[in-house]
């Protein structure tokens, strides 16, 4: 380690990290890789005074800077990097990993291509701007556009040398790269849909089809949701994150990733101790437990911040600085009780329907649920449906 204010750098963070994880999980490889990682600051930069978030991006990728999550968040957290919030530093990372991939293109005609698809996804998250989509409610997230454009530039420099334009991407090479690289089928779609409607092609494209089947394998039985509800609004202190981030899956049919996003501002306090949440338009009130609940972790996380919460604070923050709770920390939870993420949102949307719910639209304006997925769910379990429709649904 050159330079002694790196140094010094690095020997604070390490008394930091040794304070806050388990010291028979530390190993040789995760000391070098910290080690590495202020290494390379150190090489680059006069001085610990210049560190800002533009020099992450420059010296670090997107997957360095998430698989180093703990220095850069003790870094923004303790103001050794200047930087106005991680969303910013993760944009600019994105941004440049776009960059790369233009880069890396060497074949002009595939280049301009590329450039085109760039284009024509910016304009349609710059339309999404315009009528009020920012933020996490963006149409289109630049990690996404990162992914699209990651999956046409693979298919692109798989294609033969005999494929010397657009014009001439056939049929077998699309069906050649769903099959080689199944995990790019979604990212993939989106760009065999540009290219038949924004190139000009001699015979249309076929990309790759999905058939996503009711997961009705996914079901609990209701009295099995019943017990689980009972069990989980009762609990020791230390489980209460992991008890509410279920129960709001179960009852509310909130994704795991929604749950753990969720902010303080979709909870309104009453001066009873009654507590109102707003998934939709219209705000819900919470049954006496499980509003009870909800104050008990609210009060949980106020103690550990040593303040109150505010309106943008994470109900559930994660371990990196201005990040949510991962839902993949919810699995060890989740495993133990013997469900999954997926059952507890699919049961809770059946289980309304089983009851007696007749009008999608109070989901999608109660809960924020889309009306495809509600009225999907309606076609599925109301009561009163008939056979064929069951049968479209994937119940027979």
Known sequence: MSQGDFKQLYEDFGNHWLTTVSLSGITKRHLARNQAFFQRLADGLDSVEALKTANLVDYFSPDELQRHFHIVSWLLETGRCRANSRAELVDAAERLAQTQILRQ????????????????????????ERRGWHGEDAVLQLRTITLL??????????????????????????????????????????????????????????????????????????????????????????????????????????QAKAACSLRRQHFSVGPKGTVEARFGKIPVALPGPI?????????????????????????????????????????????????????????????????????PSILSQTLGITKTTAIRYYQAFAPEQTEEALFHAGRR
């Open 105 to 128: 293109t060497r074949t002009q005609w595939k280049l301009d291509l590329l450039v085109r698809f760039e284009g024509s996804l910016r304009r349609f998250k710059a339309t999404g």
């Open 149 to 254: 454009l990651r999956a046409a530039w693979r298919f692109l420099e798989g294609l033969p040398e005999s494929v010397v334009s657009v014009q001439a991407i056939d049929q077998g090479s699309v069906d050649a790269f769903i099959v080689e690289f199944p995990g790019h089928r979604d990212s993939f779609r989106r760009f065999i849909r540009y290219l038949n409607q924004e190139e000009t092609l001699f015979n249309p494209l076929l990309g790759p089809f999905v058939d996503r089947p009711f997961p009705v394998h996914l079901l609990r039985p209701p009295e099995e949701a019943n017990k689980l509800l009972v069990k989980w609004l009762e609990g020791t202190e230390d489980t209460v994150r992991e008890r509410l981030l279920c129960i709001l899956m179960l009852v509310f049919a909130r």
């Open 291 to 359: 509003a009870a609940l909800v104050l008990q972790h609210l009060g949980i996380e106020e103690r550990r911040r040593g303040r109150p919460l505010v309106d943008e604070d994470y109900l559930f923050p994660g371990r990196m600085s201005g990040q949510p709770l991962h839902p993949g920390s919810l699995r060890p939870f989740t495993i133990r009780e013997g469900v999954s993420a997926r059952s507890l949102y699919t049961t809770s949307l059946a289980s309304y329907y089983r009851e007696g719910l007749r009008l």
